[in-house]
């Protein structure tokens, strides 16, 4: 997930927070194992969360950007990991083409729009 509250995939991790990877290579500098920014949560899922940039510094779509390349980096999609599926969470209200950029490198094999019934969906 990219969401700024990093929380995408808090249900999977029975309500518990984790660290972004953004901010973990913040922190530990480019010397980060997948072990670091890869949790295991509900049945068996792989979970991660990118983060973003500090407030008003940066772009979150570049965040999106070295979080993916970062799990290629260090293995996190290789036959090894067995992964049936990969799912990002992306914000929808947000126009910035590094949002799009994994897209266009063909990093998605499909791509599919689930919104929800509140009134935020409309908007994004």
Known sequence: G??????STRLLMGGLA?????????????????DDILRSGFGKCLCT??????PGVGCAGRGIITSINLL????????????DYVFYDVLG???????????????AQEIYIVVS???M???A
């Open 2 to 7: 990219c969401d700024p509250k990093a929380d």
């Open 18 to 34: 984790q660290k972004t990877v953004l901010d973990t290579l913040r922190e530990e500098g480019e010397d980060v194992d997948l």
């Open 49 to 54: 969360e990118s983060g973003g940039p500090e």
């Open 72 to 83: 290629e980096q260090l293995g996190a999609y290789e036959e090894d990991q067995s992964l």
């Open 93 to 107: 209200d947000v126009v910035c083409g590094g949002f799009a950029m994994p897209i266009r490198e063909g990093k």
């Open 117 to 119: 019934g509140e009134m």
């Open 121 to 123: 969906a409309i908007y």
